[in-house]
């Protein structure tokens, strides 16, 4: 038993390690991008002697190092979340963008930007969307288990659709009838990271990094509903106070991500898809495996978002998308036969 | 080709008024004939920024048009009231919605004559069947609108007498401004990358009436369309004046438009001569969107304030100082 | 899985058998009454959507329109050009969401198989995005064409890759087929200019702006015939509810049976997206109000979803004429501010059922 357990962590540093190179990597792919030439030794030169009247050095700096910070930070934030759902729900299908959380945050982002009832400090911005998400997410939630007491995976699948679905005829409702707010959103409404800027970066990353935190806390109990509820009950696990606040810290982390980055989908379903027989043995390794894959797997999209029809930059969600809805139809296809 | 064929019509119109009983024969910008029995007099607009107002400065009033809703639920025409004077509460204009127009109104008006601008989603084959109806397109620029405009509703000498009055202040303007020593670029920021324009409508038409020249990256773009490019070609795109259409609806729009700025790249003005020479320009949109000759009165003053000559010693204050008036 | 599925239609609901020589039907008495009903207030909102409007029109001047008499001539542009083709528009495209809507959720026994969920709207779409964006003066006429061939390519590429699969697979595969397409559209959406763009997104949306009488004979091309096949196949198909051993002891070709329908399906939806834009909702509520009226046979059933999909959008576009005058919203918008209460009151009585 103790044997097999530490083959399994140094399996799962072994791949942490592996992760952390494979973004590494990424990230500098990354920061090489963009739409002007710059070499590589003028990259070093602004890292180790910051020049602030070169127009490089600031491209570098504030530019290119936020936007792949905004990609780390918000995949993470959607990996986690999309892994915590699975898990807290015992759903391999469940993810912020297939349960509405994206569309209700959206909705609350859009909703705050036109209409500002309030006008909110950048910093208040991801916790008003996370409020959306959590939002339109408890309604799927009541939904699916009112009435039957438990949650039912492909149940609460068809209600979050149906209910995003909802969510974004309200967001083009408010679009047509606005065309400045529309101009503002447009990019941001389909996933772009190029948005925020660093300020953007530093005011949502308390609350991602609260986030993270709290999934970490969570995972040793969550890892007991991998052996069943009744177990877990057995065991002394409060099942359902442990769900609720799974599902919170995951509202929370999903709204600041969809704050920074727009509403991404697809993350948190290909994040742990990348990962073999990770969903029988979730632990903060894999918690932590997971944040890390969704943050490369946002970095590789938005590398091919710049760069695949260059200068022209693609919105980043259509990308992901393209990719990660093929990953929803085999998982379909793999569950259901 | 539409342009030379337009005028050669409208100086046969002119030429043949007083023979004829006043008939007019119109090709629009998509192409179409149209013949009116004689000047119109009943014209319904469906577009309030691009043909409601020419036809206000025109002369020929129009009897309903399109228009927006404030925050208040009021209707209201973009940039009228700044340019013309008239809006729908001080004046006999029937507004008739604002995404889609109530066709059923237009149709209870019994109008002479509708026009209608390419881009709007009304079906040009709807308005047809209640009046003859006119397309124009916007991008072309106010001139050409106007023109077409003036056919449609015989008011050619008011054409003239305004296209008259801008060329002499465009003349004016450039007797005191060299515009092809001058680069100048038109953009704005939009959430982490910039909207560039060749070259925002009445701007853009004094800018290219004038002679001035363009960056490289905004020559490439097509007559008076836009494109969005990412901050970091903000380089390309510095000139010796750089004029900004902000959003001029919102309260202390040029303070949030620099502001916008401000937080996409800190400290901008160091990397944009154009701004470290103080020839960052924030113009009005409700302005710089209106192609009408009223806009563009506007505009080549803007331009003559932004590149004339000034006297030596000059230094911008970063704020009013109100120092020659002594405090009472 | 049982929960999914429908709940058989009730075998004690009292009928009327009909007889005459070797033929015969039976008539389910009070859902035969319901759909009377349902369809003597078609009538009332028809005469409504013909009189409601900017400028009321009264119900004598209608009359004589109607008998091609001499009318007023603003009264006869607004009823013949306007109302008229507006209202056939709507009540053609609801009926046709909502029997698509129905005949889908049959075949897949599947409480939540909207077609306008499953890729076929996405894609018919796509492809007329494409055509408003690349050829913004295209004749009206060839929406309708682009919109069916990228309409029937979805359908069937869903079906092959779902070929042999639980109809509960095939409407998550469909899911993921549409979410594919909708991000296809929002990189052709996302270099568009932003005119352009609203126009879209109003289209997308869905609008009755553009509707003339000739969308309205192109609907009724496809609508009437594909309606008839649709009640000639309830038979069959209603054998379905028996399981799939009895049906087939029965001699239904399941297959063919379930290839027909869902062909039928996705020319109804195509044809719709291409006439009134992609209008949400309809589809997927329609079937489920109709379980709340009296149960009757597969037909009846049909026919009884088809009357209220088509007052729901009629409702919603006459809504959004009146509400705000002179504003208009676009029928999308307010089919969503109708449309969307529904659905979560539906859910939420059906909760135990879907």
């Given at each position: 038993m103790t044997a097999m357990s530490s083959a399994g962590h140094s399996r799962e540093r072994h791949a942490l390690l592996l992760m952390l190179s494979v973004l590494a990597v990424l990230a500098i792919l990354h920061i090489q991008q963009g739409a002007r030439p710059i070499p590589a030794t003028v990259m070093l030169d602004a890292v180790l002697s910051p020049d602030r009247d070169a127009f490089d050095h600031f491209v570098i700096l504030s530019l290119r190092l936020p936007r792949a910070s905004a990609c780390i930070v918000g995949g993470a934030a959607f990996g986690a979340a999309g892994f915590l759902l699975q898990v807290a729900m015992r759903?391999?299908?469940?993810?912020p963008h297939v349960l509405g959380l994206n569309a209700g945050a959206s909705l609350a982002v859009v909703l705050v930007t036109t209409y500002q009832p309030v006008v909110l400090p950048d910093i208040l911005m991801p916790f008003a969307a996370s409020l959306g998400a959590a939002g339109l997410f408890g309604l799927v939630l009541a939904l699916s288990a009112l009435?039957?007491?438990?949650?039912d995976p492909v149940r609460m699948v068809f209600f979050g659709i149906a209910l995003s679905a909802l969510a974004s005829a309200l967001v083009s409702a408010i679009l047509i009838l606005n065309e400045d707010t529309l101009e503002q959103l447009r990019f941001w409404l389909v996933g772009?990271?190029?948005?925020?800027g660093a300020a953007a970066v530093w005011s949502i990353l308390p609350a991602v990094a609260l986030g993270l935190v709290a999934g970490c806390l969570l995972m040793p109990q969550l890892a007991t509903f991998s052996l069943g509820e009744s177990i877990s009950v057995a065991l002394g696990a409060s099942v359902h106070r442990t769900r609720i606040a799974a599902l919170v810290v995951t509202a929370l982390l999903c709204g600041s991500a969809v704050s920074l980055?727009?509403?991404?989908?697809?993350v948190g379903l290909m994040a742990p898809a990348?990962?073999?027989?990770?969903h029988q043995r979730p632990s903060l390794g894999a918690f932590l495996l997971v944040a890390g894959s969704g943050a490369a797997i946002l970095l590789a999209a938005d590398i091919l978002a710049l760069g695949l029809l260059a200068p022209t930059e693609l919105p980043t969600g259509a990308l992901t998308g393209l990719a990660g809805a093929p990953v929803f139809i085999w998982l379909v296809a793999r569950r259901l036969t | 080709m539409i342009r030379s064929g337009l005028l050669t019509l409208i100086l046969a119109a002119l030429v043949m008024a007083p023979a004829v009983a006043r008939a007019v024969t119109i090709v629009d910008d998509r192409g179409r004939t149209v013949t009116l029995?004689?000047?119109?007099?009943r014209i319904v607009s469906d577009?309030?920024?691009?043909v409601t107002i020419p036809l206000i400065e025109l002369g020929a009033m129009p009897i309903a048009s399109h228009g927006r809703l404030a925050g208040d639920g009021k209707p209201y025409l973009r940039s009228s009231k700044l340019l013309t004077g008239i809006d729908f509460d001080n004046s006999d204009i029937a507004f008739i919605g604002?995404?889609?127009?109530?066709l059923e109104a237009v149709a209870a008006l019994k109008p002479d004559l509708i026009v209608t601008e390419?881009?709007?989603?009304?079906?040009v084959e709807k308005l047809e069947k209640l009046a003859p109806t006119i397309v124009i397109n916007s991008d072309l620029g106010a001139p050409h609108v106007y023109a077409l405009l003036a056919a449609a509703t015989g008011k050619e000498a008011e054409f003239k007498r305004l296209d008259s009055r801008y060329r002499a202040q465009l003349a004016l303007m450039k007797a005191e401004v060299q515009p092809e020593k001058h680069v100048v670029s038109v953009f704005q920021p939009l959430r982490g990358k910039l909207n560039v324009?060749?070259?925002?409508?009445a701007i853009g038409q004094v800018l290219r009436d004038a002679g001035f020249r363009f960056p490289p990256l905004i020559d490439d773009?097509?007559?008076?369309q836009s494109i969005v490019v990412s901050t970091e070609r903000l380089p390309d795109l510095d000139a010796d004046v750089i004029f900004d259409p902000y959003?001029?609806?919102?309260?202390?729009g040029a303070r949030a438009e620099i502001a916008a700025m401000e937080r996409m790249v800190p400290g901008f003005c160091r990397f944009l001569s154009a701004c470290r020479n103080g020839r960052y320009i924030l113009i009005p949109r409700e302005e710089a969107i209106s192609n009408s000759y009223a806009a563009l009165s506007r505009m080549v003053a803007i331009v003559q304030t932004a590149l004339g000559p000034r006297p030596p010693g000059y230094r911008t204050a970063p704020?009013?100082?109100?120092?020659?008036i002594p405090a009472r | 899985m049982s929960r999914f599925l429908m709940p058989p239609?009730?075998?004690?609901a009292r009928r009327l058998a009909l007889r005459l020589g070797p033929f015969s039907t039976r008539l389910a008495v009070r859902g035969l009454a319901a759909n009377l009903l349902l369809a003597s207030y078609l009538l009332l909102v028809v005469w409504l959507g013909l009189s409601l409007g900017s400028r009321p029109i009264p119900l004598a001047t209608i009359l004589a329109w109607l008998r091609l008499e001499q009318v007023n001539d603003t009264d006869s542009i607004i009823l013949g050009s306007l109302r008229a083709p507006r209202l056939c528009l709507s009540m053609l495209s609801g009926a046709m969401l909502a029997l698509s809507g129905a005949l889908t959720q049959h075949v897949t026994r599947n409480?939540?198989?909207d077609p306008g969920l499953i890729g076929v709207r996405s894609a018919a779409a796509l492809l007329i995005v494409a055509l408003i964006l690349a050829?913004?003066?295209?004749?009206?006429?060839l929406r309708p064409v682009v919109g069916l061939a990228g309409g029937l390519l979805a359908g069937l590429v869903v079906g092959l890759l779902a070929r042999g699969a639980s109809p509960l697979k095939f409407v998550m595969i469909g899911f993921g087929i549409s979410w594919c397409l909708s991000s296809a559209l929002v990189i052709l959406l996302a270099s568009a200019d932003i005119r352009s763009l609203q126009r879209a997104m109003m289209w997308l949306a869905g609008?009755?702006?553009?509707?003339d009488w000739p969308a309205v004979r192109l609907a009724l091309v496809v609508f009437v015939p594909t309606a008839i096949a649709c009640l000639g196949l309830a038979r069959q198909a209603e054998l379905l509810d028996l399981g799939a051993a009895t049906a087939s002891a029965l001699g239904i070709n399941q297959t063919r049976l379930h290839v027909a329908c869902l062909a039928i399906a996705v020319l109804l939806v195509a044809t719709s997206v291409s006439v009134?834009?992609?209008?949400?909702?309809v589809g997927l509520v329609a079937p489920h109000m109709a379980r709340f009226l009296p149960r009757q046979g597969l037909a009846g059933r049909l026919i009884c979803a088809t009357l209220i999909g088509a007052l729901l959008v009629m409702v919603a576009d006459l809504a959004g004429n009146v509400a705000f005058a002179p504003i208009r919203l676009p029928v999308g918008i307010s089919l969503a501010a109708i449309g969307a209460p529904v659905l979560i009151l539906l859910l939420w009585l059906r909760r135990n059922r879907i």
């Amino acid at each position: 038993m103790t044997a097999m357990s530490s083959a399994g962590h140094s399996r799962e540093r072994h791949a942490l390690l592996l992760m952390l190179s494979v973004l590494a990597v990424l990230a500098i792919l990354h920061i090489q991008q963009g739409a002007r030439p710059i070499p590589a030794t003028v990259m070093l030169d602004a890292v180790l002697s910051p020049d602030r009247d070169a127009f490089d050095h600031f491209v570098i700096l504030s530019l290119r190092l936020p936007r792949a910070s905004a990609c780390i930070v918000g995949g993470a934030a959607f990996g986690a979340a999309g892994f915590l759902l699975q898990v807290a729900m015992r759903n391999r299908l469940a993810e912020p963008h297939v349960l509405g959380l994206n569309a209700g945050a959206s909705l609350a982002v859009v909703l705050v930007t036109t209409y500002q009832p309030v006008v909110l400090p950048d910093i208040l911005m991801p916790f008003a969307a996370s409020l959306g998400a959590a939002g339109l997410f408890g309604l799927v939630l009541a939904l699916s288990a009112l009435g039957s007491g438990r949650f039912d995976p492909v149940r609460m699948v068809f209600f979050g659709i149906a209910l995003s679905a909802l969510a974004s005829a309200l967001v083009s409702a408010i679009l047509i009838l606005n065309e400045d707010t529309l101009e503002q959103l447009r990019f941001w409404l389909v996933g772009d990271a190029a948005g925020g800027g660093a300020a953007a970066v530093w005011s949502i990353l308390p609350a991602v990094a609260l986030g993270l935190v709290a999934g970490c806390l969570l995972m040793p109990q969550l890892a007991t509903f991998s052996l069943g509820e009744s177990i877990s009950v057995a065991l002394g696990a409060s099942v359902h106070r442990t769900r609720i606040a799974a599902l919170v810290v995951t509202a929370l982390l999903c709204g600041s991500a969809v704050s920074l980055v727009g509403p991404i989908g697809f993350v948190g379903l290909m994040a742990p898809a990348l990962w073999p027989r990770l969903h029988q043995r979730p632990s903060l390794g894999a918690f932590l495996l997971v944040a890390g894959s969704g943050a490369a797997i946002l970095l590789a999209a938005d590398i091919l978002a710049l760069g695949l029809l260059a200068p022209t930059e693609l919105p980043t969600g259509a990308l992901t998308g393209l990719a990660g809805a093929p990953v929803f139809i085999w998982l379909v296809a793999r569950r259901l036969t | 080709m539409i342009r030379s064929g337009l005028l050669t019509l409208i100086l046969a119109a002119l030429v043949m008024a007083p023979a004829v009983a006043r008939a007019v024969t119109i090709v629009d910008d998509r192409g179409r004939t149209v013949t009116l029995t004689r000047p119109a007099e009943r014209i319904v607009s469906d577009y309030d920024i691009d043909v409601t107002i020419p036809l206000i400065e025109l002369g020929a009033m129009p009897i309903a048009s399109h228009g927006r809703l404030a925050g208040d639920g009021k209707p209201y025409l973009r940039s009228s009231k700044l340019l013309t004077g008239i809006d729908f509460d001080n004046s006999d204009i029937a507004f008739i919605g604002a995404a889609e127009i109530d066709l059923e109104a237009v149709a209870a008006l019994k109008p002479d004559l509708i026009v209608t601008e390419i881009s709007r989603a009304t079906p040009v084959e709807k308005l047809e069947k209640l009046a003859p109806t006119i397309v124009i397109n916007s991008d072309l620029g106010a001139p050409h609108v106007y023109a077409l405009l003036a056919a449609a509703t015989g008011k050619e000498a008011e054409f003239k007498r305004l296209d008259s009055r801008y060329r002499a202040q465009l003349a004016l303007m450039k007797a005191e401004v060299q515009p092809e020593k001058h680069v100048v670029s038109v953009f704005q920021p939009l959430r982490g990358k910039l909207n560039v324009y060749q070259s925002y409508r009445a701007i853009g038409q004094v800018l290219r009436d004038a002679g001035f020249r363009f960056p490289p990256l905004i020559d490439d773009i097509p007559e008076g369309q836009s494109i969005v490019v990412s901050t970091e070609r903000l380089p390309d795109l510095d000139a010796d004046v750089i004029f900004d259409p902000y959003r001029s609806d919102r309260k202390q729009g040029a303070r949030a438009e620099i502001a916008a700025m401000e937080r996409m790249v800190p400290g901008f003005c160091r990397f944009l001569s154009a701004c470290r020479n103080g020839r960052y320009i924030l113009i009005p949109r409700e302005e710089a969107i209106s192609n009408s000759y009223a806009a563009l009165s506007r505009m080549v003053a803007i331009v003559q304030t932004a590149l004339g000559p000034r006297p030596p010693g000059y230094r911008t204050a970063p704020e009013p100082t109100g120092l020659a008036i002594p405090a009472r | 899985m049982s929960r999914f599925l429908m709940p058989p239609p009730a075998r004690n609901a009292r009928r009327l058998a009909l007889r005459l020589g070797p033929f015969s039907t039976r008539l389910a008495v009070r859902g035969l009454a319901a759909n009377l009903l349902l369809a003597s207030y078609l009538l009332l909102v028809v005469w409504l959507g013909l009189s409601l409007g900017s400028r009321p029109i009264p119900l004598a001047t209608i009359l004589a329109w109607l008998r091609l008499e001499q009318v007023n001539d603003t009264d006869s542009i607004i009823l013949g050009s306007l109302r008229a083709p507006r209202l056939c528009l709507s009540m053609l495209s609801g009926a046709m969401l909502a029997l698509s809507g129905a005949l889908t959720q049959h075949v897949t026994r599947n409480g939540l198989a909207d077609p306008g969920l499953i890729g076929v709207r996405s894609a018919a779409a796509l492809l007329i995005v494409a055509l408003i964006l690349a050829w913004p003066q295209a004749p009206l006429a060839l929406r309708p064409v682009v919109g069916l061939a990228g309409g029937l390519l979805a359908g069937l590429v869903v079906g092959l890759l779902a070929r042999g699969a639980s109809p509960l697979k095939f409407v998550m595969i469909g899911f993921g087929i549409s979410w594919c397409l909708s991000s296809a559209l929002v990189i052709l959406l996302a270099s568009a200019d932003i005119r352009s763009l609203q126009r879209a997104m109003m289209w997308l949306a869905g609008s009755l702006e553009g509707a003339d009488w000739p969308a309205v004979r192109l609907a009724l091309v496809v609508f009437v015939p594909t309606a008839i096949a649709c009640l000639g196949l309830a038979r069959q198909a209603e054998l379905l509810d028996l399981g799939a051993a009895t049906a087939s002891a029965l001699g239904i070709n399941q297959t063919r049976l379930h290839v027909a329908c869902l062909a039928i399906a996705v020319l109804l939806v195509a044809t719709s997206v291409s006439v009134a834009g992609g209008l949400g909702f309809v589809g997927l509520v329609a079937p489920h109000m109709a379980r709340f009226l009296p149960r009757q046979g597969l037909a009846g059933r049909l026919i009884c979803a088809t009357l209220i999909g088509a007052l729901l959008v009629m409702v919603a576009d006459l809504a959004g004429n009146v509400a705000f005058a002179p504003i208009r919203l676009p029928v999308g918008i307010s089919l969503a501010a109708i449309g969307a209460p529904v659905l979560i009151l539906l859910l939420w009585l059906r909760r135990n059922r879907i």
